[in-house]
């Protein structure tokens, strides 16, 4: 019985934990139309379901809770007391509580009650309803699923007098199953499945993309029209079969998005501003995975746009704008990669401020600035410790968070690109990829080994002849249809002796907003490989981010392309010597 509990008890988490995240947006939907009788309904379900399941665990402080703002809700859905600032006050703090009430029960510690004076401002704000007006049938004398379980929670007992210290009337809602079963589809039947299953599946899948791309290395050598023909089905079973396996662990980025309203409500009303945000795209689908990793550095682009992009009222209406600023979110699939923006319309990024900002806290030297382009300088903000901020609040000036930004998305192999006017607003995007499994490169070789790189990150592949490179303040560069760019030799950047004269295949790559070409033997073409992590003894070196085995059994290291231009230019000390 015991493992039945804590299964129960694991599924109830999931649940309410999603729950919580919809009544955040439902709640600031709310926020806007008081009176949709649709909204006040589907708010109210939310509280209902989750009181439900937290009677038959018997989780006490978490139905005493949802069964205050039930109470708010109800004279409210029935109109005699309409919500106020106060209720969505008293609401939100709820939804704050019962996410820390979840998180004590899910490390196993008891969850604390919540405080007596919300409670009490709650059932203050429902005083007005009356036993009838809890479960008031329309004038046409029909009620609705909800107004009856209301009806049902007063004369059966089932809600938590407001003076019991320890109810045993919430273990009524042992039926709280069936309220989801009513949203479900009957049609559309599901199975929750533990995340390591899946996850031991896309690692068979990726050792049978690997013995798969063994098979057609070999193939040729062999020539024989059964074993084309045998590889030949393997490779599209072996697809169509990778296919399907990523997509069970799709998720759709709304289950991230669906937090920022509530995030955006809170930072706006602590900063004093007037702001809408808008949601583009949620059901665009990742990799659970990577869904959940993208949680933190979206708060703190969010939270940024809020803080420091928007301006305050006041400044809004000097510069001729609407009073109310407007943040948006949105996510797209671009092939075989998301792009994800956070842009705002407040009062932009000033190169010229950031510039001067990294001198005065010593982040960059007089001459290396002044050489920045305006496009340089606003990347300025993603190093460690810079910060416009002259005061600590809670929210910023410490000098973190855009940094930790952009090391989490390149921990995902991603980038992050930004674009600003001064008076129109700033665009951050984000760009990842669908999977971290499984990564589309461009292998290339050097003196017999061969290097991995990730695909999206190559622009194009251009065979040259060795020629006189330029140089620009001490830097080797190419000059590629009469644009410079900076020019690697991977030769060079593993510490190996050059060949004069040789011929060289060169890829040009794309870190940022800065493009490079990184100069190479030959080009072996595309594969998908299996990223596996580093040798311990290779972990951390700069300019590597995996191995992997490639078709014809070698390893093939993946190359950190943004850490190859970062340790590769002229004048840096942190190249790699060797292999």
């Known amino acids: 019985m015991s493992a039945i509990a804590d299964d129960i008890a694991a599924d109830f988490l999931i649940e309410a934990r999603e729950i919580l995240d919809q009544l955040g947006e439902q709640m600031v939907a709310l926020e806007h139309a008081p009176t949709d009788r649709n909204c006040l309904n589907t708010v109210f379900r939310g509280f209902h379901t989750i009181k439900g399941g937290a009677g038959f665990l018997d989780f006490v402080p978490m139905v005493h809770i949802c069964h205050a703002v039930e109470d708010r809700l109800n004279v409210a859905r029935d109109g005699t007391v309409p919500m106020d600032a106060a209720a969505f006050d008293d609401t939100q703090q709820s939804l704050d509580l019962l996410v820390e009430m979840l998180d004590a029960v899910s ?27 809890a479960g008031a049938a329309p004038a046409n004398g029909d009620i609705d699923d909800d107004e009856f379980e209301a009806l049902l929670d007063t004369l059966q007992g089932s809600g938590v007098p407001a003076a019991s210290p320890a109810p045993t009337a919430p273990k009524k809602p042992r039926a709280a199953p069936a309220a989801n079963a009513q949203t479900a589809k009957a049609d559309d039947p599901t199975v929750r499945v533990d995340v390591r299953r899946l996850d031991a599946m896309v690692d068979l899948v990726g050792e049978l993309v690997l013995a798969r791309n063994r098979l057609k290395t070999i193939r040729p050598r062999l020539r024989d029209e059964d074993l084309d023909r045998a590889v030949t089905a393997l490779d599209v079973a072996t697809s169509r079969l990778q296919s399907s396996v990523m997509t069970v662990r799709m998720q759709p980025v709304g289950r991230v998005f669906a937090r920022f309203p509530k995030l955006a409500r809170d930072v706006a009303r602590q900063v004093s501003k ?47 704008k609407n009073e109310q600023g407007r943040v948006r979110l949105s996510a797209q699939q671009e092939g075989d990669h ?103 490169t461009l292998l290339v070789e050097l003196e017999g080994d061969v290097y ?14 060795r020629v006189e490179a330029l140089w620009v303040d001490g830097q080797s560069m190419l000059d590629l249809r009469d644009q410079p760019l900076p020019l690697i030799e991977l030769r060079s950047w593993l510490g190996l002796a ?17 493009r490079f070409c990184l100069t190479v033997d030959r080009v072996r073409g595309r594969e998908e490989v299996v990223i596996k992590a580093l040798p311990r003894t290779l972990r951390g070196l700069a300019g590597y981010a995996g191995a992997s085995l490639v078709g014809d059994g070698r390893m093939a290291l993946i190359l950190d392309v943004d850490a190859v231009l970062r340790t590769g230019l002229r004048g840096s000390s942190s190249a790699p010597r060797d292999r």
């Not at 009490?120 to 036993?131: C, F, M, N, P, T």
């Not at 050059?498 to 800065?514: F, I, K, N, R, Y």
């Open 452 to 465: 991995a790189l990730p695909l999206v990150r190559v622009v194009e592949v251009l065979a040259h002849e």
């Open 107 to 133: 490390a196993g510690e008891e969850p604390e009650h919540a405080p007596p004076a919300l409670l009490k401002s709650l059932r203050d704000g429902a005083a007005g309803k009356s036993v009838t007006g």
């Open 498 to 514: 050059p060949e004069p004269g040789a011929a060289t295949t060169c890829v040009v790559l794309q870190s940022g907003e800065q």
């Open 338 to 440: 998301v792009s994800i923006e956070v842009s705002d319309d407040g009062a932009g990024i000033d190169p010229e401020k950031i510039r001067r900002s990294a001198i005065n806290k010593g982040l960059i030297d007089i001459d290396a600035a002044a050489r920045l382009s305006s496009d340089e300088c606003l990347n300025l903000i993603f190093m460690a410790g810079f910060s416009t901020r002259s005061e600590v609040s809670d929210l910023s000036g410490r000098g973190v968070g855009m940094d930790v930004v952009q090391s989490k998305i390149r921990e995902l192999s991603g980038q992050v690109q930004i674009h600003s006017e001064v008076g129109r607003g700033s665009r951050f995007v984000i760009r990842v990829p669908l999977t971290l499994a499984i990564l589309p």
């Open 274 to 320: 007037s702001v809408e945000l808008d949601i583009v795209g949620a059901e665009t689908e990742l990799d659970r995975n990577l869904v959940e990793a993208l949680a933190d550095p979206l708060v703190h682009l969010v939270r940024n746009a809020i803080d420091h992009g928007i301006e305050t009222p006041a400044a809004r209406r000097a510069a001729g």
